[in-house]
Structure formats: C-alpha cells, structure tokens
C-alpha cells in the first residue's frame, strides 16, 4: 500500500511536473483532431490560469495567432457541488493577428468555423457568467470581395456586452451588391454605458458608387447612441441618435453631379424589434450644400438643400422600406443654363417619399422663385435699336415665380411639371409666361415639353410650341412651332412663323429651321422713303436660321419669293430669290443680301417701265447701307447698274441709276422693251440713248432727278418713218415722272404724207399730263406750228390743241393721200385748225385755212356725187376714199348744160381764192367746206362757137360744150370723210410697216 501511494504520489508529481507539455499536447491533438493545424505554448499554466503563445491554423498562413495569451479560470468539480469542468473568468490577448473573410453569409474563420458552430450549438449554463475579453492591439486582415482590409482595433468585452471598441482600418476597396468603395483611412469607437451604445465614425472615402451614383473624395464623419442589444432576447428598443456630415469631394448621379459638397444632417427617433425586422421612426434633418453642381443640364453654385421629415420610418421587415413626409427647400446663389442664369433661387416643396429595394419613390409640389437674366445679347449698347435695347435689359434682369411647381421621382427618375403657369416679369412691364404642354412633364426623362409666350413691355410677341426638349452635358435641344412679331430698328412689323429645332449651350443658342417660314415686315423704315409690305419665304440656308452667341444675333436663310412695294420709287419687287445674311455687331445692325433674281415692276398712275429683272447685291455695315444691282429685260438684255447707299446716322441716301449707251437695233434691244412710253417709236428703232438718275432722300423727304440723253434714234413714227432723233430730257422727278418746263427733241426728217424736215418740239413732263409748250416742222415749203396745249394722262378726258400752218403747199399732201388719183392740188395755205381729242376719238372746230397764192384744182368728175349750179354760184359734193359719199343731197339743176359746165370748172380750175372751213361732223367724219373763186383754165384754150341757128333754137343746150377758157368760177365744194375710218386704216398701214397704234377705235 505504502509503495502504491508512493507511486502515486511521484507519479503525480511527474504529471505536474510535465503539465504544460501535456496541455501543450492534449489541445494541439484536439484541434487536429477537428483537422486544424495548431502550435501551442505556455509560459505557465495553473489550477486558475494560464500564459502562453499559439497558432491557430497554417503557420505561413495562421487563423488567429498571439505572441502573449492570459486565460483565468476555475476549475469546477464536486469539491465545489459541481461537475468536473472549466470555466473561464477572463481572456487577454495582446497584439494577436487574426484572419477572417466576410462571405455572402456572414463572418468566417476558414477551418474554424466547425468548431464555433459546435460551441454555438451548445446550450449555455443558466449559472455561468460571460467572460471578460480584452484584445490590446491585435491586428485583422479582413478578406471580402474587393480584396483586404487591415484592421488594427483594441477591444473590451465585459458582463456580456461589448464595453468599448476602437478601429483603424487602412486604404481599402471595399464591395457589396450594388456598391463599392475605395476607403483611404477609417477610425471606429464604440462605448457602452447603461445599456446604451455611444458611437463615433471617421472616414476618408477615395471614391464610391452606389448603383449608378458615385462619390469622391469625401470625409464622413458620423456619431450617434442607441440601445444596446439584448441579445438573449434578441430585442433592440430604445431612442436613436445620429448625426453625420460628409465634406469635400463630388457626388454624381443620372440627375447631375456636385462638388466641393458637404452634407449634414441628423436623427432623432426610437427603434424596436429585431427578431421580426427592425422598426427605426423618427425626425430627420439634413442639408446639403455644394460650391458648384449640375443637375439635368442646369449648373447651379452657392446650392443648399435641406431635407426635413417629422416621422421618417425605416422598416426592414418583407423587403424593407424608407417611408413618410418630406419638406425641401432648395436654394442657390445662382443657377445657369447655357446663357440663362438665375439667382436667388428659392424652391419649397412638400410632399411624401418612399423607398424601398433601392428606388426612391416621391411627389412633391411647392413655389419656385428666383431673379434671372439671359447673356446672349450682351448689354445694350449705344447704337442699338430702342427695341433691341428693351429686350437686352429685360433679359439682364428679370423676376420669376412659379406658384405651384410639382416633382416627381420614381422608377423613371425625376420629373418636374406645372400645377400653375411660371411667369417672368420685367422691369418694363413684359411677361414671359411657361405653360405646360397638354398632359406632358415639363421636365422628365431628361427633358420634357411646354408651351411658352413673350408679350408686352416693348418685347417681341411671341408664341411657342415645345413639343419636345432635352437637356444634358452640351445643354437644351427643342424641336418646336414659333410665331413671333417684332420690330428692330427699321426693320418694322415683322411676323414669322418657324418650325425647327432650338439648341442652347455653352456655344450659344440656334435655331435651325425644317423648312421655309413666311415672314412679313409692314415696312423697311426710312421716313418718306420706307419699303412697305414686305413678304418673304426664309429657307433653311446650310446653318441655323437664327443664332446668338457671345451678345450678337444672326439671321441666316435663302430667301424664296420675297416681294415689296417701294412707294418712293412708285415700284414694286416680286419673285425675288438669293441669299439673306442679317444680325447684330459691335458697330450696330449688319446686313448681306444677295438677289439672284426679282423683278422690278412699275407702280405708278402712268407706267414708265416695262418689268425689269434684277440681280445684285446689297449690305449694311456701321449704319452704311450700300447695294450695286443690275437692271435687264426679262430676256436678259443688260438695261441699267443701280447703285444704292444710305447712311443711317444722317437719315440720309440715295439710289443712283445709269443705263450707259444703249444700242437699240433688228432683232436686239428696243425702247418699247423698256417702257411703254416708247411704244409710239413704231420698231425696228435703230441708234443710241441713255439715262441716268438719282433718288436721293433725307428724314424729311426724297428728291430725284435724271436725264434722258437721245443721241440719234431712227425709228417709224405714227406720222411715218422718222429720222435723227435727238435731244436731251432733263427729268426734275422720277416718281412721280416730271420734267423741267422746255425740253426740247428734234429730229432730221418724217417720210409722212409729205415730207416733214427739221421737226422740233418743246415741252414739259408733269405728274398727270403732258404740257406741249410749243412745236414746228417745215413741210411744203411753209411751216407747221403746234400751239401748246395740255394732254392729260387720265384715260378719256378731253384735251385741246390747235395747229397753225404758215404758207403750207398741200399738193404734196394731196399726192400722198389715198385720192391722190382723182383730186390735184396746188394751193399754198396758211391758217389754224383747232382740235379736240375725245373718247371717241380726233375732232377739228371752226378750223380755217385760206390760200396765200393763186393755185390750181384739179377735180375728176367721178368724184363729185352731186353739182349745184343754180343761182349764180355751183356747189358740188365730193366723195371721198373710206365714206358713202356726201351726206347731203342738193337740189338739181335747170339743165344738164349746168351741170356739164361745172364738172368741166372742178377739173381745169385757177383760183386766186381758196378758204377752207374744217369740222368735224357726227359718226366720226371729216366736213371741208371750200368756197374757191377763179376761172377755167384748161391746159389748151377753148371756147363754145355756135350756129345762128343754134343760137335762135336754143338746140346746143343739148348737146356737150366746152367751157370756155377764162370763164369765171365761183365755186362752194362741200366735202367730207370718215376720218375715224381713215385713220383706222393709216394705222393698219403703219403697223404693217412697223409703227404702233396712236389713236384707238371709236366704241361701237
């Protein structure tokens, strides 16, 4: 016995002896029993504790090690009522390095993970207390999906809570679905007093992304208190306090980005649940400002929005959900849109939001109010237009308010609309008023549509249809249908319609046009020498139609069927085409114009021109109108260079007209062609003219002058074939057309009835009538004088002359006449033949013409109708070409001797008196009433010898006698002619030799 307890006792003493080799070995067995590789060290080991190092799991690769290990403990058995075992009072570990990775279900040591899911499946004793765990300086290497974050915390775990925890975490990438991050440097605290957990969070965040948000170097800072977990119960209640900032950096989002931000804000609330989901409820106040951002389009600086709810509940029970009322208030120092700027901008909005499985849901409506002004045109300037002005200050200054502006966020993302119109109202009393579009957001989707109009205060009227616009990094495109009425400095009363695309950004603001718009300008302001009723089509020209940028605007377009009446000029532009370049610079108002074609058409009472065709060129650069356009005939013959200028800043200009030398011949250029006035010069004309004019005007009125300069025209004139027509025209007016009193023409020679030398005639030009001052012709060896007389230009009224004739032979006349076979004359004449001209046509009265020399008349008697010979006197009747005769029937003679005697007087007759009455009669004809007083003189002498018997019965007196030579005549020739007729078939003669109607038909 005393041998067996001796053995027991020494053997005893070996097993203390060796106990920390047998703990050493009996754990790492353990541990690579469960298939964890495992090291193990004691510096002591006791019935109450142990010392030492270990290493859990590969040695290049360890789960946890530590170079210093404290374990106190007791051990229990039935010395104590208990059963054999251990229980643990405390652990410290000092600078241990564990390695751990976060999956998808959690936590995980790698092969430890079997063992703690064995000791968390065993049922705590209902007696055992917690132990206490210190961890000084231990360092994690935390693998997650990003890569590895190296952790250095101290940590103290007492009475089953966790006291206290501070954490550095190094530069790290940290991932999860739907985020990532890139973390610079990051402090954890944590202290736990009372059941209550205090927290504290520092961050330095590289970059981060949420689904499609981003942010960039930022600085969080968060600090808060909350319940502690009661985590046998697994219930978490209490009041929660946070507060948090995040400074500096950028935050970028589908809606726009800002930078240099910082947020702010905090909670106030209670939580409570846990095993069914966690319920946080509470207040929520939080602003966010930026030093610069940019939101759909729209930058914004000095931005602040602050973010306010009064019951904000997070649930996290079904698919979790953020829910409850919202007030906003936005507010920025400014906020611009390409050239559009605003500041002051204040936005108060409340409504509801929710959000849930990553979507924010919200609707929320408020005002909207701001101050603005639009940069594109610059400030106004001193040359500009007072209504180009007007609309610069309005633009630099204007104030906005929208009453009830409504936004909505969801699944498509944010979208503004319009409960109620925005206005913008001007100084100056002008609106611009924001309509919503039918049912269409104003904004949404990254763009929207609106019905928008300009009105009063010296501004454009304007009127427009957006039917769609978008907004994004190179700024706003609009596709809309615009009706705008303006005037700018003379360009008065215009009105368009335009349909196209509107495009503003950094480089401007355009308007490209999808077709051509009608445009209409009342007039071309000039004072007394405006253009009026302007029309146009504006086509699209290969650039905007409109665009302003950098303060200046510009009109770009073909132009199409453009017309204008020019009241100055009494002349009208039609079907004009070409290229139209006008807009706005430093030095004022700037203008290129380029007419390919138009036509220039005359307006006046009395048409001076035919239509001409034009082309050219025409500008206005620092206020100085200049133009250049060539004048031709519809067939292109060149006609005349017109030279325009007209300085803006004097009010005064002029237009400048020269044909130089125009060559008129068969088969080429023509008067007629030019103007209608030339149409008497019967064609072929031949030879050479020009003129040359001005319209020159001032604020007060226009003056115009020219000159017609003929330098030889041969031509068929109504009267016949006229040669050497010369002279000049000096016209005092253009418009109306007027003369200087005594312009003189003259010409060499008139191939007419009788020849016609050295004619000339003097007279003026005036607005409604030609005043005849004076003319003259030799003819016959005598002269032909026209006394003056006026001849209106009104249609059917009745104008006087007279025509005096000054020792006129008419022989010639009687030669060239169509009764040239049966009448010869030779008489030498002088007197007047007054005239009217009627509607109806050429009529004398009271004209007389008497002979001044003894002269001849040779009469057939197959002219004459009838012969009266009774009382002492005969009077014969003359039929004449073109008529029935005379229209009066005598009384016949005693005998036929009589009337025998006077055939042969009328056709062998010397006269020594010849007068001559001439009027017109009724149905167009022509009455001369002769009264000649001579004697028979036939070319051999006769004389009756008759028979005493003869004598005594009387029996000659039937048969034919010869009128005796030198028996005296006292003869009255009573003649008429249809003179209407007669003309009527000169004309047709002329005509068929090339010469122009002169007198119209009588009406039926």
């Known amino acids: 016995m005393l041998g067996l307890l001796a053995a027991l006792v020494l053997t005893l003493a070996a097993l203390y002896a060796a106990r920390r080799a047998l703990a050493r070995e009996a754990l790492v067995g353990w541990l690579e029993s469960r298939g964890v590789d495992a090291e193990v060290s004691f ?13 859990i799991g590969p040695a290049e690769a360890p789960i ?26 405390s652990v410290r570990l000092r600078a241990p390095t564990v390695r751990a990775a976060l999956e998808d279900d959690g936590l995980s040591f ?59 975490v190094g530069e790290t990438a940290l991932a999860g679905e739907g985020f990532s991050a890139e973390v610079g440097a990051a402090r954890l605290g944590l202290v736990t007093r009372d059941d209550r957990v205090s927290f504290s969070l520092v961050a330095e965040l590289e970059e981060g992304a949420w689904g499609d948000r981003r942010v960039a170097q930022s600085r969080l800072n968060l600090a808060g208190s ?50 069914e989901g966690v319920r946080l409820s509470g207040a929520v106040d939080a602003a966010l400002t930026s030093q610069t951002a940019a939101v759909a389009g729209l930058d914004l600086s000095g931005a ?169 990094p190179g700024g706003l495109e609009a596709t809309l249908a615009l009706q705008a009425a303006a005037s700018f400095g003379p360009l008065r009363e215009m009105e368009t319609t335009v349909e196209g695309v509107l495009r503003a950004g950094e480089s401007g603001l355009t308007l490209a046009a999808s077709g051509c718009a009608p445009f209409e300008m009342e007039r071309l302001e000039a004072g007394e020498n405006s253009v009026e009723d302007l029309a ?67 307006a006046s009472p009395t048409t001076r021109f035919h239509p001409l065709a034009v082309s050219g060129a025409a500008s206005l650069r620092d206020e100085l109108w200049r133009g250049e356009l060539q004048l031709s005939t519809p067939a292109g013959a060149r006609v005349a260079q017109v030279s325009l200028r007209h300085d803006e800043a004097a009010g005064a200009g002029g237009v400048a007209i020269d044909t130089d030398r125009l060559t008129f011949r068969e088969g080429g250029l023509q008067p007629a062609d030019l103007s209608p006035l030339a149409e008497p010069l019967g064609a072929p004309v031949f030879g050479e003219a020009r003129f040359s004019g001005t319209f020159d005007w001032t604020g007060t009125g226009a003056d115009s002058a020219g000159l017609l300069e003929i330098f030889g025209l041969d ?65 016959g060896g005598g002269q032909a004088l026209l006394a003056p007389s006026r001849i209106p230009f009104s249609n059917g009224e009745t104008w006087e002359g007279e025509l005096t004739l000054e020792g006129v032979q008419l022989s010639d006349f009687v030669e060239g006449s169509p009764f040239a076979d049966r009448v010869d004359l030779d008489a030498r004449v002088s007197g007047s033949l007054p005239f009217k001209v009627t509607a109806e046509g050429l009529r004398f009265e009271e004209g007389r013409l008497s002979a001044i020399e003894p002269g001849r008349l040779s009469i057939r008697r197959e002219a004459l109708t009838t012969i009266d010979a009774a009382g002492g006197g005969t009077r014969a009747e003359l039929e004449t070409p073109g008529g029935e005769g005379a229209a009066t029937v005598t009384e016949q003679p ?98 068929s030799a090339g010469s122009a109607e002169v007198q119209a038909p009588p009406p039926d």
């Not at 510096?43 to 290493?55: C, F, M, Q």
């Not at 004009?576 to 138009?598: F, H, I, K, N, T």
């Not at 029996?955 to 007729?981: A, H, Y």
């Open 43 to 55: 510096e002591s080991l006791g019935p109450r504790g142990l010392v030492g190092d270990l290493r």
């Open 64 to 89: 946890v090690s530590a170079d210093h290990a404290e374990v106190a403990y007791r051990l229990t058995g039935p010395w104590a009522g208990e059963a054999f075992g251990l229980e643990v009072r």
């Open 110 to 168: 790698g092969a430890l993970d079997p063992i703690i899911a064995e000791f968390r499946a065993r049922p705590p004793r209902p007696e055992a207390q917690p132990p206490e765990i210190i961890v000084e300086n231990a360092v994690v290497h935390l693998r997650h999906a990003a890569g590895v974050a190296h952790i250095r915390a101290s940590a103290a775990y007492r009475e089953g809570q966790l006291r206290q925890l501070s954490a550095q």
């Open 226 to 275: 909350a319940p502690y977990p009661d985590l046998g119960g697994q219930v978490l209640e209490g009041p929660v306090r946070i507060v948090a900032s995040l400074r500096g950096g950028s935050i970028s989002t589908p809606e726009g980005t800002a930078k240099d931000l910082v947020l702010a804000g905090g909670f106030r609330g209670d939580v409570g649940g846990w095993r």
């Open 304 to 472: 602040r929005l602050a973010i306010r709810s009064d019951r904000l509940t997070w649930n996290t029970r079904g698919a979790g959900a953020l829910q409850g009322p919202l007030r906003l208030s936005l507010t920025a120092g400014r906020a611009a849109l390409g050239d559009l700027s605003l500041r002051d901008v204040s936005a108060r909005l409340t409504g509801q939001a929710h959000a849930a499985e990553g979507l924010v849901r919200a609707e929320l409506s408020g005002p909207v109010s701001g101050r603005g002004s639009w940069s594109a045109l610059g400030p106004p300037a001193a040359g500009d237009p007072e209504e180009l002005a007007a609309i610069k200050r309005a633009a630099a200054d204007f104030v906005l308010t929208a009453p009830q502006v409504q936004v909505r966020h969801d699944a498509e993302g944010l979208v503004l609309a319009l409960g109620e119109p925005a206005v913008a109202r001007t100084a100056g009393g002008g609106r611009l008023i924001v309509r919503p579009r039918g049912g269409a957001p104003l904004f949404g989707g990254g763009g929207g549509a609106l019905e928008l109009s300009m009105e009063g205060g010296g501004l454009p009227q304007i009127a427009a249809d957006v039917r769609r616009y978008s907004t994004g």
């Open 536 to 602: 146009a089509r504006l086509c699209p020209a290969g650039e905007p139609l409109v665009r302003i940028a950098d303060g200046q605007w510009r009109l770009a377009a073909d132009v199409e069927g453009a017309r204008a009446e020019i009241p100055f000029l009494q002349a009208k532009a039609q079907g004009a085409e070409g290229r139209l370049r006008v807009g706005s610079a430093a030095e004022g108002l700037r203008l290129e114009a380029q007419v390919d074609q138009a036509r220039l058409v005359d």
């Open 715 to 779: 031509f068929r004139s109504p009267a016949g074939a006229l040669e050497g027509l010369k002279g000049q025209i000096a016209f005092t007016s253009l418009a109306p057309l007027e003369t200087a009193p005594d312009q003189q023409l003259t010409a060499a020679r008139i191939d007419s009835l009788a020849p016609l030398t050295s004619p000339q005639v003097s007279f003026q030009l005036q607005p409604d009538a030609l005043v005849l001052e004076g003319g003259r012709l030799s003819v």
């Open 894 to 991: 005693d005998t036929n001797t009589a009337v025998e005697f006077a055939y042969q007087a009328m056709e062998h007759l010397a006269f020594d008196l010849l007068d001559a009455e001439v009027n017109s009669l009724p149905g167009g004809r022509l009455g001369v009433l002769f009264h000649i007083r001579g004697e028979h003189a036939p070319p051999e002498r006769q004389e009756i010898r008759l028979t005493l018997a003869e004598l005594i019965s009387r029996n000659f007196l039937n048969r034919e006698l010869p009128l005796p030579s030198g028996t005296k005549v006292d003869l009255t020739l009573d003649t008429s002619l249809n003179l209407d007729q007669l003309l009527r078939d000169y004309v047709e003669a002329q005509e």
